[in-house]
């Protein structure tokens, strides 16, 4: 499943969120978005989720036009928007249309899957920011997303938590071979995750630079490679 973006533009009055944005999102490649608060990055993730329609441009889809939200394509929030009147189970079996035995052995798998076997029944306000992002990635690999887009999942979490996640991160995308598009303003995050960084510039949102990873996983956060990457990322951004 691959995801072609030609010319995307999107502007709100007076502001030019994007600018001919021009990407081909390869199946099964994870994409990391970048860039300064306001450069763009949510309303570009917006709009390959078929949710705004309002942008100038076309977008593929595997070659046919995205004319509206897909049930292909998975979203995953900052922040986990569980239903707080339902347990984890209930929670992620709520988008399901089927309510059968077989529906409900995929929904225990995986939460088995995303560590949270043992807190089926327990509602949202009495799990950890951790766990209720567990429960909302759950909530969206039942529904077998090809594509996940993710904005800024981990940033309100702790920091081991945070790393934490990102290897099941990639661990699902290692088994579903899922293609990935993630908003993150972490560096160190995006290295460690991306197969490709694409680094937006403010006012109005361009591809500025596109940072290819090529070290295999699992990766060394700390190795020299990402570091001159990071190095070569900080220059494009102008931050010292
Ligand atoms: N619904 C909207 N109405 C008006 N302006 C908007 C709207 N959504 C976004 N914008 C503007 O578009 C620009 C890009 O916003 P966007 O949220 O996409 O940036 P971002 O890079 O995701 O920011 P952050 O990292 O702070 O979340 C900003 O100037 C923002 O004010």
């Known amino acids: 499943?691959?995801?072609?973006?030609?010319?995307?533009?999107?502007?709100?009055?007076?502001?030019?969120?994007?600018?001919?944005?021009?990407?081909?999102?390869?199946?099964?490649?994870?994409?990391?978005?970048?860039?300064?608060?306001?450069?763009?990055?949510?309303?570009?993730?917006?709009?390959?989720?078929?949710?705004?329609?309002?942008?100038?441009?076309?977008?593929?889809?595997?070659?046919?036009?995205?004319?509206?939200?897909?049930?292909?394509?998975?979203?995953?929030?900052?922040?986990?928007?569980?239903?707080?009147?339902?347990?984890?189970?209930?929670?992620?079996?709520?988008?399901?249309?089927?309510?059968?035995?077989?529906?409900?052995?995929?929904?225990?798998?995986?939460?088995?899957?995303?560590?949270?076997?043992?807190?089926?029944?327990?509602?949202?306000?009495?799990?950890s920011g951790g766990m209720s992002q567990r429960a909302a990635i759950a909530r969206a690999l039942v529904c077998d997303p090809e594509v996940l887009l993710l904005d800024e999942p981990f940033s309100a979490l702790d920091h081991f938590t945070k790393l934490e996640l990102q290897d099941l991160l990639l661990k699902i995308q290692a088994k579903y071979k899922t293609t990935m598009v993630m908003v993150t303003h972490d560096i160190d995050e995006a290295l460690y995750l991306a197969d490709r960084i694409v680094v937006l510039s403010s006012q109005p949102g361009t591809i500025q630079q596109i940072v290819e990873v090529t070290q295999p996983r699992p990766r060394t956060r700390t190795s020299d490679g990402l570091k001159g990457l990071k190095e070569k990322i900080l220059k494009t951004l102008h931050v010292e």
């Open 1 to 127: 499943m691959t995801l072609t973006l030609e010319n995307v533009s999107r502007s709100f009055q007076t502001v030019t969120a994007i600018k001919q944005i021009n990407l081909t999102i390869k199946k099964g490649e994870v994409i990391c978005l970048l860039g300064k608060s306001g450069c763009g990055k949510s309303t570009l993730l917006r709009t390959l989720s078929g949710l705004d329609q309002e942008y100038s441009g076309k977008i593929y889809f595997e070659g046919t036009p995205l004319t509206g939200v897909r049930e292909e394509i998975g979203f995953i929030f900052q922040e986990p928007r569980l239903l707080p009147w339902l347990n984890v189970i209930d929670n992620i079996q709520f988008g399901l249309k089927q309510n059968d035995e077989q529906t409900s052995q995929r929904v225990h798998r995986f939460i088995q899957y995303v560590g949270l076997k043992g807190k089926e029944y327990i509602y949202p306000k009495a799990l």
